[in-house]
């Protein structure tokens, strides 16, 4: 029977998992009270550093509920990447906004430079708000996804917010666990650093809750309304009065029952996923074709996804023939995702000189990197990409 790796697993310990889950079910807290919820949020900002955290129904509803709290709306345009899963750039819409999408640097998050440049040859401002000149529409925001746990260069995009008036968005549901290890924002974590920043626990993040999310901020008020608007909007939640459109974007307190668990064990799988990382760096390195993408030196990356660039000149077969012979031996195997500018419903919307997202798209290759990879799995993913060598 053929070895089956997957790509990103779950990574849980049973016990004190079924600990939490029977006392929500014996207690009959399992929607969106009770205690896990509470004790979730105040672990995941004492980690992350910040006063206060939001637990969300996904980082999908959170990215969502934020932008709407930041003043997103019909006719407006927010800045976005290309390069990201979907779900960064679907709660735009939702708004009636347009996303803008910008390029990715070597890092594959957003090119700041491109950033800069949009904002200053394409747009201008009036009346303290960045319009398209273009299309004439206001510019609210912007969202930056820190990709597969490396981070964006923050230290530029801040500076680029405040010069033009932009509200920043971290998109940090890849990457909760990194931080800057120097520079202007040593010490802090992804997600912490612009007006509000959202993590996910789906199930193949580097935590999981199944599903949920989180919203941080050092702003109150923000995190204040988000809260409201993810359990309808009660003005006066006794007598069910609502003022506003809410949402049913609570947290689960089952949910929070595994986040509880899983946060105390992130350092952990943090390190278990660098030394995996480090295992194949030293291996691919001898292997004439393939790169195993770094991540930033600046950072403590989670490590999250393993990034393999491609060759095809050198190794003798493109990302996808490479990708078709890893799967056919049970080795689970993703490209990197369709980029969000050629998409069907996004192909009418702006997209500023895309140069090295399409470069990264057709070679990059996520090999498997779960928290409880081990390394024998490691050894053979290794085996299997000397052996397709051409």
Known sequence: MKRSIGLSIPNLEVEPILNNLREC?????????????????????KYVGVSEAVGIQSGTAGLHTVLRVMGVKPGDEVIAPTLTFIAAVNPITYLGAKPVFIDCDDSLCMDPKKIREFCEKQCE???GILHNKKTNRPIRALVVVHVFGNMANMDAIIEIGEEFNLQILEDATEALGTYYTSGKYKGKYAGTIGDAGVY?????????????????????KLLDKVRFLSVQAKTDPLYFIHDEIGYNYRMLNLQAALGTDQIDRLESFIETKIKNFNKYKKAIET???????????DIRANHWFYSVVVDKEK????????LQKLVEENIQTRPIWGLIHEQKPFVENEAYKMEKANYYHD????????SNLIEEDVDYVIKKLREFKR
């Open 25 to 45: 079910l014996e207690s009959g807290w399992v929607s969106t009270g009770g205690k896990f919820i509470g004790e979730f949020e105040e672990k995941m900002a």
């Open 125 to 127: 401002m009036r009346e």
């Open 200 to 220: 996910s626990f789906n199930a193949n993040k580097i935590i999981t809750t199944g599903g949920g999310g989180m919203v941080v901020s050092n702003n109150k």
């Open 287 to 297: 292997i004439d074709g393939l790169e195993l993408l770094p991540f930033n030196e």
């Open 315 to 322: 190794y003798g077969l493109n990302k996808d023939e490479l």
């Open 363 to 370: 070679r990059i290759l996520n090999i498997p990197c779960s």
